[in-house]
């Protein structure tokens, strides 16, 4: 296929790749999470390519400052526990998962194929894209009741989150 | 950025984070990779927006990210709880609600 | 006149529910009480109606009570018909009907299941007067039905007898048989006419006939139901086994009313019959062939009332001979006098039956003359009433019949009504010498004469057997035969002799009689040690019941046993089984399914997503 890409794109779209494989392959859940974070960084680093600065700092700031963090919190807490996995039997035929997960990369390797003419046109982009003025404005006018929405269920998350998980009967 | 690169890394994200639920026990690592997927999304809604010249796409982006965060939250309290229940975070443990 | 029909009808009815319901209160002598007023309630209200009857001008009225099936191309209503005919059957019916429910009043003394008798008795007349007196065909085979149940029930009577049950189902099933013949003549003539009224069928036959409607079909179809219900041949079978009622049952349904049944039909729908001339040729021949059948049998039977049973047959013959060439109103006259003769007959056996206690075998009789002295006299009466010793009652009606068929020009049924006549009283003598004259064979029980109660229906009846030929005995004065002329039932030809001077053929049918009795006479009182037991051809009735046994019953019953033991088994539950199983084992298949696994959740999922892309992207 003919991807007129510069080394710049290629190299993150590598580093991408690596990491995020790194994330499911690694043996100790430290590791996975740190994988993790450099697939962050390389997807901020993606963003900032397609102008999406704004998108790219919230990226950072949310999953890597918030989701990570706690993700490695937990981590801790169950520091050990992932040496327990290898002493009992698989619950699921691993045949089946396979073939599972196997019939869909196929299809989207099929699909992928299929997908080589593709018009690379880009539009020209307005003043002020993907910053966080134009993108706020954006938000608060024209998509104002899906933001409020979605600071409820946020609300509903914490207390949903802090409900479940303290100490004692649920 | 090539648009057409892009389309593949969103899908090849996928396809790794679908690999990696079928694939490991971990519990936390699961969870990892559904991340994975949710980032994946994220990807693709930004190239098309950048190719449309849209903000819409990140808008969504934005909601995802919010929506993403609470769930992590949910998702680790109820697995602190599982842990607390079985000692262990082998997801194959968890299977108290089968036939 | 509504009324009285309406209370006539429906009080047999009222007391067949009434005893069916209230058995265990009422008791023994209520029972007899009730049974008997209906049935003598609704002989006066028939008599009453005669009486109006012929006093406003002799019009037949039709008596609707409601729409029961209005269906286009039936139209059923339940409607009754007032005429000569109806009302006729309808006085035979209550009238004997009413002496042989006082008669069980004795008979059935020592019997604990009274109520359930008299119930069964008195539907069955009901059933009877719905059939005789119906406007409608439809309701007419309701009717049928009707008197078809409860001569099952009646003859399976003592129903721990395993002969008697079987008896009653042989009874009930080739009757079946004759019905579905009926049903399907039924249904032929609703689709030809578009209606059931059998006043409406009479006046269009003619002109359906010339629109080319196939009516000798129909009247072949009807007849065949006519000879399940009559008991000819080939369906007789039922009628000898049938006497394993009581005696009293065997004289009212099997003698005197139900059998008659099929006659009636055939008079009643006589418009029909006229215009189809070669099914009246099937019919006499029909009626011929049974005729001298059964009499040849009844000369080889030993028991009593089988001998008599056979008897039945061979008159029943006799009518349809007469319906067979058309002499409509001769066979109802002789169906007339046959009622009284043929329950005298009956209910003088069921006298000597009863007091020797429930013997039939003439073997074991003899010489009873002695202790049953006024039984022997009615008996003796109603023997020579129906060889035809004239003056009595059959001499009028036989001797009609007989005339009816040499004037219409068929000879040789002439001369077998004839043989049949001289057989009928050569076996009744027959019967009358082994069961009351000559040296006893009974086991040595004192034997009385029966009971008053029980003497006067049958004495009541000797008496109309003497008088009843008067009826409607010469020819343009009778009684009979004007009352019956409304309806269109005359004599085909009248004889020509008139007055006293006796025709040849009435010599000849005189003189049959005479023979048939004096020679029986003759023989068996004299040399009865010498003659030993009868012919086993005749006495097995050619061994019909052995063809029918071989032939029919035992190929249905090796069919009935193998769909009830492997068809019904191995099939039927089996698939049955199977599908149930087959259930269970998906269903455990399934809860595989279920297993908590969330990967297999997952693994699942992707499954199913990669189906739906593949379905969009392929």
Known sequence: MALDAGIGEWLLATLLLFSSIGVIAARKPVHASLFFLLTLMSLAAIYLQLS????????????????????????????DAYQQIVHHKSGSSPPFLFAAAASFCALLLLFAFGLQGLPQQYASLPEGFGMVQLLGKELYIDFFFPFEAVILLFLVAVVGALYIGKKGSL | MNLLLVIFLSMALFAISIVGILARRNA????????????????????????????????????????????????????????????????????ALRE | MRYAVYFALFLPLVSFLSLILLSHVIGRLWTQRIACTAVFTAFICFVGILVTYTS???????????????????????????????????????????????????YMEYERDFARYFACLNFFVFAMLLLVLASHLLLLFVGWEGVGLASYLLIGFWYQRPTAAQAATKAFV?????????????????????????????????QELSNGAPLGLVTMLLFIGAIGKSAQLPLHTWLPDAMEGPTPVSALIHAATMVTAGVYLVVRLHALFILAPETLQIIGTVGGVTSLFAALCAVGQTDLKRVLAYSTISQL?????????????????????????????????????????????????????????ITHWLFLIGVLAMSGVPPLAAFFSK?????????????????????????????????????????????????????????????????????????????????????LAEVGITLIANDVGGGFLLTRETWLSIGGALLGVGSAAALYTSFRERLGLPATALHRAFFIDEIYSAAIV??????????????????????????????QRGAAALQQLQSGQIRSYVAWMVLGMTAILALFLL
């Open chain 3, 174 to 206: 080739m009757n079946r048989i004759g019905d579905l013949g009926l049903l399907l003549g039924l249904l032929l003539v609703f689709h030809i006419f578009g209606t059931g009224d059998i006043a409406e069928i009479s006046q269009r036959a003619a």
């Open chain 1, 52 to 79: 999406a600065q704004f998108i790219a700092v919230m990226q950072i700031l949310v999953y890597a400052g918030a989701i990570l963090v706690i993700f490695m919190f937990v981590i801790v807490l169950f520091q």
């Open chain 3, 399 to 483: 001797d009609l019949i007989l005339e009816q068929e040499h004037l219409a020009g068929f000879e040789t049924l002439f001369y077998v009504g004839l043989t049949s006549s001289i057989l009928t009283a050569f076996y009744l003598t027959r019967a009358y010498c082994l069961t009351f004259t000559g040296v006893g064979h009974s086991t040595g029980e004192h034997v009385r004469e029966a009971p008053r109660v029980m003497l006067t229906p049958v004495a009541i009846l000797g008496l109309l057997s003497i008088v009843g030929g008067f009826l409607g005995c010469c020819d343009h004065t009778s009684l009979l035969e004007s009352f």
């Open chain 2, 28 to 95: 936390l690592i699961f969870f990892l990779s559904i991340e994975l997927m949710l980032n994946g999304a994220n990807l693709l809604f930004v190239a098309f927006s950048r190719h449309w010249g849209n903000q819409i796409g990140l808008v969504w982006v934005f909601f995802v990210l919010v929506v993403a965060a609470a769930e992590a939250a949910v998702g680790l309290a109820i697995i602190i709880n599982l842990f607390r229940l079985k000692q262990l975070v082998d997801v194959d443990q968890y299977n």
């Open chain 3, 317 to 373: 013959g006799l009518m349809f001979l007469a319906c067979g060439v058309g002499a409509f109103y001769a066979a109802m006259f002789h169906l007339t006098t046959h009622a009284f003769m043929k329950a005298l007959l009956f209910l003088s056996a069921g006298n000597v039956i009863h007091m020797m206690h429930g013997t039939t075998l003439m073997e074991k009789m003899g010489g009873l003359s002695r202790q049953f002295g």
């Open chain 3, 554 to 583: 035992r190929p249905l019953e090796t069919l009935a046993q193998f769909i009830a033991k492997t068809a019904e088994l191995r099939l039927f539950q089996g698939s049955i089984d199977v599908m149930a199983t087959a259930t």
């Open chain 3, 56 to 106: 406003e001008g002799m019009a037949p009225h039709k008596i609707f009570l409601f729409h029961w099936i209005p269906v286009q191309g039936i139209n059923a209503d339940f409607a009754l018909r007032i005429d000569p005919l109806s009302l006729l059957m309808a006085l035979i019916i209550t009238g004997v009907g009413f002496l042989i429910h006082v008669y069980s009043i004795g």
